[in-house]
């Protein structure tokens, strides 16, 4: 490199790198981000952990920060917190880079401060950015005493962020009629067979954001015709689709592989669009008794 090309080089390096602290958000400007009703920003794809033994969590979770996820999706009840832990303490990246949630269960509503001290205990974390009721379980009707609970954690800067998981509108209402603190998200069952229309326009309409939770339905949806079709034309996956339905709905979408191939293809959709004719084919796979998982409100575990 030439004396002048050196000086311009370093120059534009030096300009680049004020750029960046200038413009520096905290997960990757490549992905896309959604920010909560209380300002805070999450990456929209994130990486679930339901089902992964917590001997290979930190591994799983490895290849997902590796391949560009900056969200992770634990929770007391899957028994693998401490290897989401082990997998944040063994990168390189800062921890205001990283976007943590677990979730309160069911048999915690009414020592929730301890369950929350428990978990990040296992996560090794000094802050949460996000905290869930995992369910409402309203025959046990505590959730509105864990619902306090954790906007005093907020409050105390333990969590960045709370919300549930599970809440039907009934039981929205009751936790901001008895608070006037608004979750900032609901984890809900959602995929192309089961969309939750109500539920979503509700939140919509309310700035609670809305999180899928099995958003590949569990695998079920990868062999729909409709969805193959899509993915034909676009050149792309089912599985790829299906994420990319869920991105441009606004949803924040956490699906789950422990295969180090699907765990990258699930992260790569960022580089095509579905028009409205797809959507449309994807809108017609709705059905009522879509549900996978258990019903909030009949739920008894
Ligand atoms: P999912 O819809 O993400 O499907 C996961 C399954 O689909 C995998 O086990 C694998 O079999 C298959 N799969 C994934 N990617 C694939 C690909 N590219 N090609 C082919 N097959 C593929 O189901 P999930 O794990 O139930 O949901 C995702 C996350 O949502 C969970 O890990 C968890 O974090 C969260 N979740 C939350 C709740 C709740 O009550 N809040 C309930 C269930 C799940």
Not at 146 to 152: G, T
Not at 225 to 234: M, N
Not at 236 to 242: N, R, S
């Amino acid at each position: 490199m030439c004396p002048a090309t050196l000086i311009l080089h370093t120059e534009i390096s030096q300009g680049l790198n004020s750029l960046k602290l200038t413009l520096h958000q905290p997960f990757m400007s490549t992905q896309p981000n959604i920010t909560l009703n209380d300002g805070n920003v999450i990456p929209q794809l994130g990486f679930g952990v339901w089902q992964v033994p917590n001997s290979d969590t930190a591994e799983v979770v490895g290849t997902a920060i590796s391949t560009g996820y900056r969200s992770i999706d634990t929770a007391a009840i899957y028994g693998n917190e401490v290897g989401v832990g082990r997998a944040i303490a063994a990168n390189s990246l800062q921890r205001t880079e990283l976007f943590i949630t677990t979730k309160l269960w069911n048999d915690r509503h009414t020592t929730a401060h301890r369950a929350f001290d428990e978990s990040l205990k296992r996560l090794k974390l000094d802050y949460l950015d996000l905290y869930l009721i995992h369910w409402p379980k309203p025959r046990q009707n505590a959730y509105i005493e864990a619902w306090k609970a954790l906007v005093k954690l907020k409050e105390e800067g333990k969590t960045k962020s709370i919300g549930v998981s599970n809440f039907t509108v009934s039981h929205l209402k009751r936790i901001v009629d008895a608070t006037g603190v608004v979750p900032s998200v609901n984890q809900i069952e959602l995929h192309p067979g089961f969309q939750q229309k109500e539920l979503t326009a509700y939140h919509a309409e309310h700035g609670i954001i809305t999180e899928s939770w099995s958003p590949l339905g569990q695998g079920t949806l990868l062999e729909n015709a409709s969805l193959k079709s899509l993915a034909q034309k676009h050149g792309k996956t089912p599985a790829q689709v299906i994420i990319r339905w869920h991105l441009d709905r606004g949803y924040i979408v956490i699906p789950k592989s422990v295969t180090p191939s699907r765990i990258r293809e699930n992260f790569d959709v960022f580089d095509f669009s579905l028009d409205a004719d797809d959507l449309a084919k994807i809108a017609a796979l709705d059905r009522k008794d879509g549900r996978i998982g258990d019903d909030p409100q009949t739920a008894n575990f």
